[in-house]
């Protein structure tokens, strides 16, 4: 177990859990002491999180330890340390400072973290444990619950919708025609069943439901809704559906195309979009503005939505095409999964304009865009990008910037890159980034920018390219803590670029440098099972699905990484493997689990 002994100090120090428990520093001028009562953020589908405001001793030795358990049960697991949050003020993308997410005191800290691949609709107990090198140790329990998936009332009143251009009661012999018309007459609890057909020209939904009470718009099942924006597509102005403003609507199995934006849902409450086929739209959910801070709690789950944008994209077609996203959202708790995403600039898409707290993006199929895989950029604290899969796009997650964070990186696989694996431009801070593999035409691993990098961990992530510096590191690094990775198809006379120092082997590295003590060299050509190599082209489109990235039995990646509490079983005496997949350990789903309209 020396692996896990090693690894577990680095990692603690890294995320500012108590060294001074296994005597690694001296005493502390002052004991931490907690300022109010530890909060908890949203739960979400797989994941439980909070934030502890701790006044903090002089020599930054306080840590916040975690533990969980289903309520009911007796056992306790370890799960990741908080993250001792870097203080503000932070700047957006353009320069402007954003307000703080949380008010501290002077002379605290803000810790934060996240319990993750937890069971949905499930009581959880997490027990917090801070301490420091000086005074006692202080414990908090709380008490919180997974949400569910959400699933439509039972006594829902079913109402009926067919093409048309105004009248009907709703009744199966009497349907209203058209969506204006069923609109008019919406109420909370009402279950619209859209009849197979084509709804032309774009609608607003003008009635909500209430909390408990949704308005549901679900196609009937007996052939393809279609809802038409019937917008140019060299220019399209008008969203299809808009439906700002409201809260507790959902959409379901609908076709939705030919328009801005397919659904757009500005300053939204509890929107569910489930099993809909967005199409030929710039915009697939469009829902960035939260200007009131209300947006929260949507559900955007099992959807295909395709864009129209060009991939690969020229550096011209770059500068000169218009924005567009897959999905683009604000506010807290909102959960992204199970969608299959393609041939937008953006695939998904937080948005810093607002506080973004506790959201999730897991088990999405992302492709064909000519930007960013997810952009996570503006992330105040615990936002979560796991499971997922990135092909052909042009960087693979960007943290550009985060506000603090934790934000959390994990077990995602990302194929066919044309840049840098992970984006780390406008100085974030607070970024995890844990169990990856991420293959590439070129360098193994880059970072081109001249803002420093704050507060960032790496971990067990394995890198794969063809030719260059397994990683190019160009901006300053600061209390960022990188080991256990695996780099594999690198070349040249530099291994690693790192603070402007330059290291010509892994050798050398981990003989000098502060950080990949503990990496590992691989040989591509017997890395992967089935021999998957890394892309010959970077421009070439690869179809994930057959894309094999598990380990091939006996290669070196295989039990090379490190034990991280609430990551992986290296806690209870598995040593871990390096990248997204965990030998025997099932595969992930990506993309929808049903047939989608």
Request: one cysteine or more; glycine letters at 10%; a negative charge.
């Amino acid at each position: 177990m020396e692996y896990g002994l090693a690894g577990q100090r680095m990692f603690y120090r890294m995320l500012g859990v108590a060294l001074a428990a296994i005597g690694l520093i001296g005493p502390a001028t002052r004991a931490a002491e907690p300022v109010g009562e530890p909060v908890l953020d949203p739960p979400t589908l797989h994941c439980i999180a909070a934030y502890w405001i701790v006044r903090d001793d002089d020599a930054h030795r306080a840590s916040v330890a975690t533990e969980y358990r289903p309520a009911g049960t007796d056992e306790w697991q370890p799960g990741p340390p908080f993250l001792r949050v870097q203080p503000g003020p932070f700047k957006d993308e353009g320069g402007k400072v954003k307000p703080p997410a949380v008010a501290i005191p002077d002379g605290a800290r803000l810790f934060a973290g996240s319990v993750f691949v937890l069971a949905p609709d499930t009581a959880y107990e997490l027990k917090l444990t801070l301490r420091s090198a000086a005074g006692p140790t202080t414990q908090r329990v709380l008490r919180t619950h997974t949400m569910a998936e959400p699933v439509a009332p039972p006594d829902m009143a079913a109402r009926h919708v067919v093409p048309g251009a105004g009248g009907g009661s709703g009744t199966p012999a009497d349907p209203f025609r058209g969506l204006k018309a069923a609109d008019a007459a919406a109420r909370p609890g009402d279950l619209f069943l859209v009849h197979a057909g084509l709804y032309a020209g774009t609608f607003t939904v003008t009635r909500g439901g209430q909390p408990g009470r949704p308005v549901i718009w679900r196609g009937a099942g007996d052939g393809v809704a279609i809802i038409d924006g019937q917008q140019p597509r060299e220019n399209p102005t008008a969203n299809v559906i808009d439906l700002r403003n409201q809260h507790d609507v959902w959409l379901e199995n609908l076709a939705v195309c030919h328009g801005y934006a397919a659904i757009c849902g500005h300053e939204c409450e509890r929107l569910v979009i489930r099993r809909c086929h967005l199409y030929d739209v710039l915009e697939g959910v469009l829902a960035n503005r939260n200007r009131g801070h209300v947006a929260r709690d949507f559900f955007i789950a099992d959807n295909v939505l395709e864009g129209m944008m060009p991939w690969p994209a020229t550096p011209q077609q770059w500068h000169d095409l218009p924005e567009s996203r897959g999905i683009w959202i604000a506010g807290p708790g909102h959960v992204c999964c199970y969608n299959r995403i393609h041939h937008f600039k953006d695939g998904m898409d937080v948005d810093e304009s607002a506080q973004t707290i506790s959201c999730d993006f897991h088990n999405n199929d992302v492709s064909c865009v000519f930007d960013d895989g997810c952009e996570m950029d503006g992330s105040d604290r615990n936002t979560r990008n796991f499971y997922n899969r990135y092909t052909n796009v042009l960087c693979g997650v960007s943290l550009q910037p985060v506000h603090g964070g934790p934000v959390y990186v994990f077990r995602n696989v990302i194929y066919n890159i044309r840049n840098e694996p992970f984006k780390l431009h406008n100085s974030p801070s607070g970024g995890i980034i844990v169990h990856n593999t991420t293959v590439r035409h070129g360098p193994p691993a880059s970072l081109s920018t001249q803002d420093p990098v704050f507060n960032c961990m790496f971990r067990n992530n394995l890198l794969v390219g063809t030719a260059g510096r397994a990683y190019d590191f160009s901006p300053p690094a600061m209390d960022c803590d990188f080991d256990y990775d695996g780099y594999a198809g690198w070349s040249g006379d530099t291994f690693l670029k790192w603070n402007g120092i330059k290291y010509k082997s892994l050798a050398e590295v981990q003989a000098k440098a502060p950080i990949e003590r503990h990496a590992v060299e691989l040989d591509p050509a017997t890395l992967f099972a089935g021999g998957t190599a890394a892309p010959a082209t970077e421009t070439t489109v690869y179809d994930g699905s057959k894309i094999d990235l598990q380990l091939k039995p006996g290669c070196r990646a295989i039990g090379a990484g490190v034990a991280l509490p609430g990551f992986n079983d290296g806690a209870h005496g598995v040593a871990p493997d390096l990248g997204a997949y965990q030998a025997g350990a099932p595969l992930p789903h990506y993309g929808p689990r049903m047939e989608v309209p």
